[in-house]
Every structure is written in structure tokens, then in C-alpha cells.
């Protein structure tokens, strides 16, 4: 029996079991992540009354999970160790079953799933980031072009980085494709690819085009010597990270005219990721005119790493893996997690 079993079997016996587990597991993370903190200040993070805190806290202490001291509490080594085995098993175990069936359903390389939601839990979002960086390091090349792409996600993760990152590696980062818009909004391809650089100590380089642009314009500026090396970077891209758009938020930013609007409304666009918009079905219904890379070129890089969390991103999710991405290693939440079963299930 593993511990998964035997705490739903201890929630038949114990019905507030579940929720008691997953206070104090919320508790002691916050601790950690604040450390050291008072319980005047870590009412304002938990969200628990003064009462239930002071109990709460009195109870991870007498356990030993945490410490109290003058500057506040902060975790204790055995409180370190113990979030390290959840974390551990939540990564590996939790969510075989589901991690199979999704992997198998899209055809793609593999899944992972952290335990939570991407947009309500700072700790999900640090696990799905830590993921990613860990599979990206035991694959990587010791001289390798890594392509990013842009988003809030992406700017997330590029924040996130230190140089652990590849260390010891030959690493030149790279934007894919062109810029969402002239204008700057620190989400740009070139804002992660710097940013993610900067942070992990490798060079980079930018690709200076604005995104969505006309034909005639377009093929002027592949003729411009900067343009032109950068795209010579671009084509030797091994490893990809990116994440999945909402269609309409994604055509709003790049600032789609009136009629290209319609048109995703017409034909049922649902996400978005390399400038291409897909339906329900993963069927590319349009593409925008840019420098880099397209939907095709990514298809024939051998890892492809996409990460998206947030149950509102579970549309778009399931609409960009019906694409059937085959080279693509997964990394989602819980929250996406069940809503693709239910709609792998009912498809």
C-alpha cells in the first residue's frame, strides 16, 4: 500500500484528515518560503485566524518541523527533509496513472504533473519551474542553442533561474521567433532570452523584429546582416522552452486586425504558441507573418519543453496537444491535470 492509498483510506475514517494534511503542508511552505516570520505577518499569507495559526504553528513545533527564535519562525531541518520527501513522491508517484494517459492519448514524448495550481500556489509554480530546469539539465548538450519563447509564464521561469542552469555548459539563448509588438511589455521573446542569461551566466542573442508584420517588410529585414545571424543561431535551436497562449488574449496582445479576429471566431481558435492559433482539434486555423520560427520548424526540434499551469489554461492546453506535438516533454498542474482526463475521457 502506498501513502496515497492510505491516506484516502485514513480520510474514510477521518474525515477532515485531508484538509488538517493540507493546512499544516501549506503552513510549513510558507514558513520556508518567509523565513523567518512572524505569526503577525504570516496571518496575512495562510489566510487563518490568530487562534488557528498559534495552534497550528504549536503543533509543526512540537513535531519539530519548524523553529521559533526571536526574528520569528523558520523551518527546521527535519521540517526541510519531510518537504522534500512530499515534494519527491508528488513528482514521481501522485500522478502516474494520469501521466501515462496523457502521454499516450497526445503521442508525445512525456508528462509530468505537480501536485496544486499553477496561478493560486507560489510552491506549484516553484516545483513546475524546478522540474523544468532539472529534466532541461540532464539532457542538455555541452554546447547547445536553447530557443525561448515569450509570456508571463516564460518570464516566470526566466526569474527563477541562477546559474546552476547548464553550469559548466557552452550556452547561447535565443528568442525563436520575432517580438509580440513594437512597443516593450518585459514578456518579449527577447526580454525572457535576456533575462534567462543574465541569470544563468550564458550569452545570448536577440532577434530585433517586431512580430506580425507585413510580407514586403518582412523579407527586407531577412536581409539585414543582424537579422540574418540571428536567424543562423536560430536554425541550430536543440532545446525549446515555451508555453501555451489563449487565443484571444494572445491576438489582442499582438494587436490582430479586426477581420483576423473574426476569423479565429468563426473557426473556434483556442490557443495559441509559435504564432500559430489552433481549434478544439489542434487544427492550425491561422498563422501570423514573422522572422524565426514557425510551427513546422519547431516540429523538427528533438526537445521541446512546454509548461502551463492554471485550470483557466486548460482549453488551451488540450487544444495545443490535439496538435499531437510529438517531440514535447509536458509539465503541467493538477489543476490542468483533471480537466484534460474529463475531456480525454468524454472526447
Same mark, same amino acid.
Given at each position: ?26 503552513? =510549513? ?53 519531510? =518537504? ?183 473557426k473556434n481558435a483556442y490557443s495559441e504558441s509559435f504564432g500559430s492559433y489552433f481549434d478544439y482539434q489542434g487544427n492550425v486555423i491561422y498563422e501570423t ?40 516533454? =509536458? ?7 483533471k480537466q484534460i482526463l474529463t475531456k480525454v475521457i468524454t472526447q
Open positions: 500500500m502506498d501513502i496515497l492509498q492510505l491516506l484516502q483510506l485514513q480520510g474514510k475514517l477521518i474525515p477532515d484528515l485531508f484538509e488538517k494534511f493540507n493546512k499544516r503542508y501549506e503552513l =510549513l511552505v510558507s514558513i520556508k518560503n518567509n523565513q523567518p516570520i512572524g505569526r503577525r505577518n504570516l496571518i496575512d499569507i495562510v489566510g487563518l485566524t490568530e487562534r488557528q495559526l498559534r495552534t497550528e504553528c504549536d503543533t509543526l513545533y512540537k513535531l519539530g518541523l519548524i523553529s521559533k527564535n526571536t526574528t520569528g519562525m523558520t523551518i527546521s531541518q527535519d521540517g526541510e527533509s519531510f =518537504l522534500l520527501e512530499i515534494n519527491n513522491f508528488l513528482r514521481s508517484d501522485a500522478f502516474g496513472a494520469e501521466r501515462k494517459i496523457i502521454k499516450e492519448h497526445f503521442e508525445i514524448k512525456e508528462v509530468y504533473v505537480i501536485a496544486g495550481d499553477f496561478s493560486k500556489s507560489q510552491e506549484t509554480r516553484k516545483d513546475m519551474v524546478m522540474l523544468l530546469f532539472e529534466k532541461i539539465n540532464i539532457i542538455i548538450d555541452r554546447e547547445c542553442v536553447l530557443g525561448v519563447s515569450g509570456g508571463s509564464t516564460m518570464g516566470y521561469i526566466a526569474s527563477m533561474a541562477d546559474k546552476t542552469f547548464a553550469y559548466g555548459k557552452d550556452i547561447t539563448i535565443t528568442p525563436i521567433r520575432g517580438a509580440l509588438t513594437i512597443s516593450n511589455t518585459g514578456f518579449q521573446s527577447n526580454d525572457i532570452a535576456t533575462k534567462l542569461a543574465v541569470n544563468t551566466n550564458h550569452r545570448y542573442q536577440l532577434l530585433h523584429a517586431p512580430d506580425n508584420i507585413g510580407k514586403a517588410t518582412l523579407e527586407e529585414l531577412m536581409k539585414e546582416p543582424i537579422v540574418k545571424s540571428a536567424l543562423d543561431i536560430i536554425k541550430n535551436t536543440s532545446i525549446i522552452i515555451h508555453s501555451i497562449g489563449d487565443a484571444f488574449e494572445m491576438a489582442r496582445r499582438r494587436k490582430l486586425s479586426k477581420e483576423v479576429l473574426k476569423l479565429l471566431e468563426d507573418e514573422t522572422i524565426g520560427m514557425n510551427s513546422e520548424d519547431v516540429e523538427k526540434v528533438s526537445n521541446i519543453f512546454t509548461i502551463v499551469g492554471g485550470g483557466n489554461k486548460a482549453d488551451a492546453t488540450f487544444s495545443y496537444l490535439n496538435s499531437k506535438p510529438k517531440n514535447t516533454t =509536458l509539465i503541467i498542474d493538477e489543476a490542468i491535470c
